[in-house]
């Protein structure tokens, strides 16, 4: 299996990466600079840059990409309307590092976590932009989407644990009543849904167990 993980330099990125090569697949990072990850192949450029032919051959790209300042927060938008484009009509499966922030917390799917009082205020403007992107991505009939939600404590630096709870579109809580995953966990869930191919066009989410 060949996979393309596209914005493989940030922390996301390169524990994907690693799960991915740990599993003997055959990896490409997608990087505008030098390669800090263990791919084994390399394509140096811009993300806006990626043309079809780049990314033709690829059983998967995953989409990592992360933006967090005012100015760059609609990028996850247009990066991800770009990355459909140049994947339009191709057999190749786009998996996307989403947000937790529009998890539903109602069977109504009237209410997302962002909107919940508790919600912090310095986080809405980001999750109102992966909501907007999530929101667009469901209106591309012609990909092979996946947008995979971490649970709502992501934490960079939590251990692996090597077990998770797979999750809809809701938010799902573990037997402790908690909503927390490290990025190493996430990792891997993300690579088992590479491998399987499950859910093409939903809405995933993953828990720690």
Known sequence: MKIAVVCANGKAGKLIVNEAVERGLDVTAVVRGENKTRAQHVI??????????????????INAFGARTEDTLPLHSTSLKHLCDVLSGTETRLLVVGGAGSLYVNPEH????????????????L????????????????VKW???????????????????????????LN???ESIISYADYAIAMVDEAVKGNHIQQRISVVRE
């Open 127 to 142: 999750a109102a932009a992966m909501a907007k992107a999530l929101t667009e991505l469901r209106e591309r009939k012609d």
């Open 175 to 177: 037997e402790k009543g």
């Open 44 to 61: 140096t450029k811009d993300l806006f840059d990626q043309t079809s032919e780049d990314l033709a051959g690829f059983d998967v790209v």
């Open 110 to 125: 009237t209410a997302c976590v962002a909107d919940g009082p508790d919600f912090p205020d310095v986080f809405k403007p």
């Open 146 to 172: 996946t947008y995979i939600s971490p649970a709502g404590d992501f934490q960079a630096e939590g251990e692996r644990s090597s077990k998770y709870i797979l999750g809809g579109e809701e938010l799902t």
